[in-house]
């Protein structure tokens, strides 16, 4: 079946700039997903990327894909401490359920 | 705006008992999703219904089942519970025209089986 992998920990300095990566199995996939989970909340959508893009920027976020390699990587420009949480990585789409990764939690050093 | 409503938000059940969630999606989407997450765990998904039918079906194990109603609403429902069941059960819904493609997720309901 469909493998999300992500590496489990990152820890960088408030201020610096953050890149989480995760990889997949399922050239499929339509959709490719970033969610941030803070302890004991829901998953919040913060962006997602069509599989035929190599790139989407939203503020402070820039989402690079690299389908031949099935890379996706989710940086966060200018890192605050809200931004400390874990960082799911999904793919799927439409009505199907997504796969996710096993989360990257974001460590935040002052 | 209007967001993903589900309920309980937390329950506690003991061994072989019964659980009910339901879950409210977004107004107008009439795609609904539900994960199960352990402690610690990534979500996995269970089980998706649109527009009332089943779409998508994942991990969901025998003693659980779902359905969506003609009002959008689901309810998953739990028999036979046992202790590994312990989770954050997530719904998420999705809007129903083909630009729509973001899965909104609700806060979840903490189901403890005791």
């Known amino acids: 079946g469909e493998d999300v992998e992500q590496s489990l920990f990152l820890s960088v300095r408030e201020g610096d700039s953050s890149v989480i990566n995760c990889t997949y199995t399922d050239s499929s996939s339509t959709y490719l997903y970033w969610y941030k989970q803070e302890p004991g909340a829901g998953l919040q959508l913060l962006t997602y990327?069509?599989?035929?893009?190599d790139m989407k920027q939203d503020q402070r976020l820039t989402v690079l894909l690299n389908k031949k390699d099935k890379h996706l990587s989710l940086r966060i420009a200018d890192t605050q401490t809200g931004d400390s949480a874990i960082y799911f990585c999904?793919?799927?789409?439409?009505?199907?359920?997504?796969?996710f990764g096993k989360g990257t939690h974001l460590i935040i050093q002052p | 705006a209007a967001g993903v409503i589900q309920s309980p938000r937390h329950l506690i059940k003991e061994k072989r008992e019964t659980a009910t969630l339901k879950c409210y999606p977004i107004?107008?989407?009439?795609?609904v999703y539900w994960y199960q997450q352990g402690p610690g765990q990534d979500p996995q998904f269970l089980i998706s219904f649109y527009e009332k039918m089943q779409s998508d079906k994942g991990s969901i194990p025998d003693r659980f089942s779902a359905q969506q109603f003609s009002d959008y609403h689901s309810e998953l429902n739990m028999s036979s519970l046992e202790l590994g069941d312990s989770a954050l059960y997530f719904c998420?819904?999705?809007?129903?025209?083909?630009?729509?493609?973001?899965?909104?997720f609700g806060p979840g309901t903490r189901l403890t089986v005791l």
């Open positions: 107004p107008r989407h009439d795609t």
């Open positions: 990327i069509f599989s035929n893009m």
């Open positions: 999904g793919s799927g789409g439409g009505a199907d359920g997504l796969t």
């Open positions: 998420a819904s999705r809007g129903g025209t083909s630009r729509d493609n973001e899965q909104f």
